[in-house]
Every structure is written in structure tokens, then in C-alpha cells.
T-cell receptor
Framework: TQLLEQSPQFLSIQEGENLTVYCNSS?????LQWYRQEPGEGPVLLVT?????EVKKLKRLTFQFGDARKDSSLHITAAQPGDTGLYLC??????????FGAGTRLTVKP | NAGVTQTPKFQVLKTGQSMTLQCAQD?????MSWYRQDPGMGLRLIHY???????DQGEVPNGYNVSRSTTEDFPLRLLSAAPSQTSVYFC????????????FGPGTRLLVL
């Protein structure tokens, strides 16, 4: 059973398009992290969100933590081929346990 | 700083063989962990350590052993490899457990025949 559901599983878009990927759970998290993973490499942390309703921006990437701290979204504006990769969300419980979602595999075509 | 290093990058084993996956970090991090990544499953925690001499089980510990004799090293041992252990293994480290930046190694791709 996947505690964190990510959608969509796969996404293929053209350069310049906008996109949103989602991370949902029935559990409440103390915080949530987003990672990006490129082929043959380990995941790299993009952002940590802690407060319900929090919005963080990282250049063209906007991350939002749901008010109830059960869900999160990642929005990319004007996607570029360099954004291609596997996007993983990871929720941290109050006991410091961390659970990863299965990821959204994004392909941005030039 | 090299960050988190893992060896080997690739390994093929026969069922029943044993092997050790090496992981080292040079950032003086207290927390180290091992994950396996399988298609459609995300990263699942195998074992973790909050400091030298202390280890604990994660979500999927069966078939794996770990030890932490130094702050820097955290090897993962497969005692008797099974085809179900075919996966990509990642080692990660951070200053402490929980809401921290985890630094991942490049991974070890393991195939068990």
C-alpha cells in the first residue's frame, strides 16, 4: 500500500508548457519534501514545506503544502528540457519516519 | 567533499550468494540510511542509523543486515541474495533524522539471477 500517491505517474509535454503534479495522502505530515532524480543518479532535494498552506517558489517551480498537511503540489511554469526527471515527494511523520511516493516521471520535449 | 559515495555501481549475483554494498560520507552526518527503489514503488527504507553503534530497521529490513562502526561508513549486507532483491539501492545521509536535507549517493544497481 502506497501511503503517498503521486499523480500523474507519467507526463510528457512540450517545452514552454505549464504543468502541475500532485502528492496526496490520507495521513497528516509534519513536513513534506520534494526531490528530483535524474537517470543514474540519486534524488536531490528541491524544497521542504512545513506549515499548512505554505507556498514556496524556486525559480519556475512553485510548491504548495495543503492546509491540512495531507497533500502537496508542484507547479512548473514554462517547462524546459532541463526539467526532465523523476519528481518524488516524501512525507515526514511526527515520529520522524519518512515515506516516499512512487514519483512522477516528467519528459519535456524541445 | 565527495559527499555520499557508493560501491559498486553495478553487481550481478546468483541466488544464495552474499555481498556487501559499501556506503561512505565525508560530511560528518550522524544519520545514514539505506533505501531500495523499485518501479512503481518509490524509495523504501531498509535500515537506518542515528549514529555510530546504533542501527534500526526500516520498512523492508528482511534479508539485509547493517552495522555502523564509524560515523563515515554504513555498509549493507545481503546474506543470501534472492531474485526479489533485484533493485537499485541508495544510501543517504543527513545531520539528523527527520526534517533534514538528505544527501543521496549515486546508487548501486543489483541484479540477482
Amino acid at each position: 500500500t502506497q501511503l503517498l500517491e503521486q499523480s500523474p505517474q507519467f507526463l510528457s509535454i512540450q517545452e514552454g508548457e505549464n504543468l502541475t503534479v500532485y502528492c496526496n495522502s490520507s495521513s497528516v505530515f509534519s513536513s513534506l519534501q520534494w526531490y528530483r532524480q535524474e537517470p543514474g543518479e540519486g534524488p536531490v532535494l528541491l524544497v521542504t514545506v512545513v506549515t499548512g498552506g505554505e507556498v514556496k517558489k524556486l525559480k519556475r517551480l512553485t510548491f504548495q503544502f495543503g492546509d491540512a498537511r495531507k497533500d502537496s503540489s508542484l507547479h512548473i511554469t514554462a517547462a524546459q528540457p532541463g526539467d526532465t526527471g523523476l519528481y518524488l515527494c516524501a512525507g515526514v511523520y511526527n515520529n520522524n519516519d519518512m515515506r516516499f511516493g512512487a514519483g512522477t516521471r516528467l519528459t519535456v520535449k524541445p | 567533499n565527495a559527499g555520499v559515495t557508493q560501491t559498486p555501481k553495478f553487481q550481478v549475483l546468483k541466488t544464495g550468494q552474499s555481498m556487501t554494498l559499501q556506503c561512505a560520507q565525508d560530511m560528518n552526518h550522524e544519520y545514514m540510511s539505506w533505501y531500495r527503489q523499485d518501479p512503481g514503488m518509490g524509495l523504501r527504507l531498509i535500515h537506518y542509523s542515528v549514529g555510530a553503534g546504533i542501527t534500526d530497521q526500516g520498512e523492508v529490513p528482511n534479508g539485509y543486515n547493517v552495522s555502523r562502526s564509524t560515523t563515515e561508513d554504513f555498509p549493507l549486507r545481503l546474506l543470501s541474495a534472492a531474485p526479489s532483491q533485484t533493485s537499485v539501492y541508495f544510501c543517504a545521509s543527513s545531520y539528523h533524522r527527520g526534517v533534514q536535507t538528505q544527501y543521496f549517493g549515486p546508487g548501486t544497481r543489483l541484479l540477482v539471477l
